[in-house]
């Protein structure tokens, strides 16, 4: 019997959705890409005219009244998340939103009741899960190359010392936004689907941009303890590094180092989609070394980045869930720890101390 197909609507229509989410849509046969919310089409940047035959919508409580939409995407700035998914999870829709999930874990745990009160999916889109250099090293944790794991370092950084000229949310401090919450989610994400949650945080939240007068955070870093497992994530705006680091993990088997970020954003904002020749491959010179310690000698090698199931695989697992045959890729209370912990770090720099988590 052939699968069911989903009708998709998203709210938004931005980088997110062109970028992230409607390659990944078009990619897996379940889903058609049915309806987009664009508040104000312009003749170069027109839903419509970029998808003929779709539905276009000026509001959220226009689009949600379609019975024909099955799933909704929420891809606009979030503190507009919590109210435009209660929309649709009342309107009866599956959920889909944007990381970060919410402001706050209260808002996300209420979402999370609502979807179970409506017996409808919600899953938050914490695509990076899924990036080539993450899985790499989950595969080398799990299968002891590091042994017991002692420090695990985490990086998103960049060198941009000046401020962006750009409107966007992401340099606004707007409930949700700042740097920890854009970068930290993936980062605080991986983490803790690696590790489970931490014992203790200590966290140091600002802003290193010498001229910043709008009250933007755009630099983090924090301790996630672990009992004998420290675990440093951490983005910075001031790294003039010709690589960045991605990840160094160290364990009393072994170490692994890695620079540069997952090829997977680079290639889509260079309109390589899924599918097409090399994507998501990481090329051989961005690969990573794993240095192995064994009777007493220290030996190093190149550690090939696995081929991974790339951000299509949220999009499968979605909808494996949807028709009964799984949970979803991520889930809101997964979600909410990540939002918690960013609350807790945040309340950490206030105080300058260390809190229990």
């Given amino acids: 019997m052939a699968s069911k197909t989903y009708n998709v609507g998203i709210i938004g229509y931005g980088l997110s959705a062109k970028i992230f989410h409607i390659p990944f849509i078009n990619a897996v046969p379940e889903f058609r ?4 919310v664009q508040r104000n ?13 779709i539905k276009s919508y000026r509001s959220t409580e226009e689009m949600v009244k379609d019975a024909g939409v099955d799933v909704v995407v929420v891809t606009t700035t979030p503190e507009t998340h919590l109210a435009l998914a209660k929309l649709a999870l009342e309107a009866g829709k599956h959920v889909i939103v944007e990381k970060p999930f919410t402001p706050t874990h209260q808002e996300a745990d209420e979402l999370a009741e ?16 899924w990036d080539a250099d993450y899985v790499t090293l989950s595969k080398l944790v799990k299968n002891g ?9 985490t990086h998103f950084d960049r060198h941009r ?3 962006p000229t750009t409107g966007s949310w992401k340099t606004k401090p707007t409930p949700g936004s700042s740097a920890i919450y854009d970068l930290g989610t993936h980062l605080i994400d991986q983490v803790v689907h690696l590790l489970g949650l931490p014992k203790r945080i200590t966290g140091f939240i600002g802003s290193q941009r010498e001229k910043n007068d709008s009250g933007y955070e755009d630099s983090f870093t924090l301790l996630l303890h672990y009992g004998q497992t420290l675990a440093t994530v951490k983005t910075t705006v ?49 690969y990573g070394v ?10 190093s090698e190149v550690v090939a980045t696995v081929e991974p199931p790339t951000y299509v695989d949220y999009y499968r697992r979605f909808a494996k869930a949807l028709a009964g045959g799984g949970d979803v890729p991520v889930s809101a209370s997964e979600a909410s720890d ?17 809190l229990d988590v």
């Fill in 145 to 153: 190359s590091l042994g017991r794991v002692t420090e695990f370092e």
């Fill in 161 to 163: 010392p000046e401020m």
């Fill in 41 to 53: 089409p312009k003749p170069e940047d027109d839903a419509e005219k970029d998808h003929p035959g």
């Fill in 238 to 286: 001031i790294s003039p590094e010709e690589k960045q680091l991605r990840f160094w993990v160290r364990g009393d088997k072994g170490s692994f180092k890695k620079y540069h970020l997952d090829i997977q954003e680079e290639q889509l904002k260079a309109s390589v989609r899924p599918g097409g020749d090399g994507y998501g491959k990481e090329p051989s010179d961005r």
């Fill in 114 to 129: 609502l979807s179970k009160k409506q017996n409808r999916l919600i899953s938050v889109y914490q695509n990076r899960r």
């Fill in 338 to 354: 990540v939002i918690r912990l960013i609350e807790l770090a945040k309340e950490s720099s206030r105080l300058g101390k260390t």
């Fill in 290 to 299: 794993l240095t192995s310690y064994k009777d007493g000698a220290l030996t």
């Fill in 33 to 36: 890409l049915y309806a987009v």
